[in-house]
């Protein structure tokens, strides 16, 4: 059984900590069971929830790529499964931008 993503809509403000981390590339933060990262200047956010039993997956910033600490599931910056046992991509949300303010729906 796999375990599946909520949908959310929520915003952050990137002046706030711990949100201020997202103003660097690399910088990731988790906030309602997503996990929003800047790769290369680009936002992301996809849920934390491991799709093969829910474990919470850690952004890698070296490799850009998402690992689970619990069967080592490892995940692209899109979500969708390197290797491990992941049945299935996580979650992809829509991040949009105003000014300092990033908002995050799907
Ligand atoms: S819960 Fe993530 S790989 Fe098993």
Known sequence: MGTSAGSVNFSIDLNQSPYTALNSPGGAVIKNNVIIVNSGG?????????THQGCSVAYNKSS????????GGTYDINGNVL????????????????????????
């Open 42 to 50: 680009r936002f992301v956010a996809l849920s934390d929830i491991c």
């Open 64 to 71: 850009n790529d998402f690992v689970c600490p619990c069967h």
């Open 83 to 106: 290797y491990g046992p992941p049945p299935a991509p996580l979650k992809k949300y829509t991040v949009t931008q105003s000014g300092s303010t990033l908002t995050i729906k799907g």
